[in-house]
């Protein structure tokens, strides 16, 4: 029996070894990332439910691929020379893939961020050699907002560009020409639905835009956490905008329609609005659950599958992205003091509150 079995074994080694190969840089490792069954979850629901770890990327996130691809784009249309900055307006993300895609091509990075982002990414974008600028958190139409900042700051430096995340489509082409085609081929086509929440629009839109190309059955559930107007906006046709609020999720949640979710609109098939209690459950039930130590925009987008499964019955598979981990997010999130102050301690199970090892 154990010669049988390390036969086995051996021909998974050798089938598993042999599609492995080398990569050019840090650039060439984003991508291809795995598509994680979620086994709690699926039980729950009677449906396939999988994450793409995203997380599995070398800078740790999904924004790795906009951040490549936008600043490609810079460089395709000559914006960008050697020895230039690439400058962003991000909630940590989005900036820290800049700050390595910069490192690895020789460019200087130069980051705006709302302050009230968590202090391990503060704190990682400057060890990668990002300029930051933690600036007060205001609204899109605020002139002092984080975005417009870091558009003037690259428009006084020579060589340098705004990478404008939010309304440059080379971030849903990065989406639309990679993670969409990836999970197609991961679930041989046979994908149901997917969710997720969206920032600047570009997963969602991208991945959504494959998927319905590929097949206009599969449904796509726009998720949308506390003081974003998306869930309103779709809910209402578009005519309200309705925001209260505020959520512990970063980096997700909109004030208004960006130019890399506009043309896809029409491909929205529902939208779920996640509330906070939710989503810090779901963090704590992925690390019990799946041994999966994740942030609370994974969590959120989690729980948005569980109910897309609910919505459309058993036997589905329902696709969702995992964003990245917790450890840019740890002190907060598994800490007693903050849970407290924000009144999320009583959403965690009690049976959970073991994983609450920070004061």
């Not at 997700?252 to 906070?276: E, K, M, P, W």
């Not at 969702?320 to 840019?328: F, K, M, S, V």
Request: charged content about 20%.
């Amino acid at each position: 029996m154990f010669t049988t079995r390390l036969l086995r074994f051996s021909r998974f080694y050798s089938s598993v070894s042999s599609s492995l190969k080398t990569v050019d840089g840090f650039v060439g490792a984003i991508g291809n990332t795995p598509l994680i069954r979620l086994n709690g979850v699926s039980k729950e629901t009677g449906s396939e439910i999988f994450g793409k770890a995203e997380f599995m990327n070398p800078g740790g996130s999904v924004k790795d691929r906009a951040a490549l691809f936008v600043v490609k784009d810079a460089e395709e249309k000559g914006l960008l020379k050697p020895g230039g900055t690439v400058v962003e307006g991000t909630a940590g993300n989005t900036g820290i893939g800049l700050a390595h895609v910069c490192r690895s091509r020789g460019y200087n990075c130069v980051i705006y961020m709302p302050n009230t982002q968590s202090q391990e990414k503060i704190d990682l974008l400057r060890m990668l050699g990002a300029e930051v600028y933690p600036v007060p958190a205001v609204a899109f139409e605020n002139p002092e907002n984080y975005n417009h900042q870091a558009r003037r700051h690259a428009e006084k430096t020579s060589n340098a560009v705004w990478t404008n995340q939010f309304d440059n489509i080379a971030n849903r082409r990065s989406h639309l020409e990679t993670t969409g085609p990836e999970i197609w081929e991961q679930t041989d086509g046979l994908v149901d639905g997917f969710t997720c929440a969206t920032g600047t629009g570009g997963t969602f839109a991208g991945v959504t835009r494959f998927l319905k190309e590929k097949n206009q059955k599969v449904k796509s559930f726009i998720a949308d956490p506390p003081g974003s107007v998306l869930y309103s906006y779709f809910k209402s046709g578009g005519k309200l905008t309705e925001r209260s609020g505020s959520s512990i999720t970063e980096g997700i949640g909109q004030g208004r329609v960006t130019t890399n979710l506009q043309q896809d609109l029409d491909l929205i098939d529902d939208a779920l609005y996640i509330s906070d209690e939710k989503s810090i459950e779901m963090v704590y039930r992925m690390l019990d659950e799946e041994g999966l130590y994740m942030g609370a925009s994974t969590a959120l987008n989690v729980v948005a599958a569980v109910e897309m499964a609910k919505i459309l019955g058993p036997g589905k598979k329902i696709v969702t992205i995992l964003c990245d981990g917790a450890y840019r997010y740890q002190t907060r999130l598994f800490s007693r003091k903050w849970l407290e102050s924000k009144g999320l301690l009583h959403a965690i199970p009690e049976h959970l509150q073991k994983y609450i090892v920070l004061p």
